[in-house]
């Protein structure tokens, strides 16, 4: 399964830059064969670095992922024709540089599924101060802000 679609580049691109970027035959629609190829290219360049701290192919798709297949699918359809903007650059050497830090352990993927988000929040009033509870355990009298 791919991490983005086509329908994901065009929500970022317009569709006369994408038939610009992908129809080589000057038939004036947009191809999909490149877009298919930038995404592919762009999964396993995620794939390379992600692979190294997690399962991949991944089977639900972080939206952080998906946003890093969109940009670098974009990036490399623009490098199909040598001249990339410099903001669809900048995008692509952010995007690596998350991967890389990823891979290294400097980042981290977001939990993908609800039963991994712990969105308890409790307020301790007992005490003057107002100290922020976070955890599912309800002994979190370690786990206070206060101890950040």
Known sequence: MAYSVKADIQKEISDAELIGLTDDAGTGAIVDAPII?????A??????YAG???TVPFTTVPDIIKQHSITIAIYFLFARRSVVPENRAQNYKDAVAWLKD???G?????????ADYDDTVQVDRTQDDRKIRMGKD???STR???NY
């Open 106 to 114: 400097k980042a981290a993927l977001p939990p993908t599924t609800e």
């Open 43 to 48: 999964d396993a360049l995620i794939d390379s």
């Open 144 to 146: 206070t802000l206060d």
């Open 138 to 140: 309800s002994d979190s």
């Open 37 to 41: 190829a930038a995404i592919a290219r």
């Open 52 to 54: 190294k701290v997690e």
């Open 102 to 104: 990823l891979a290294v």
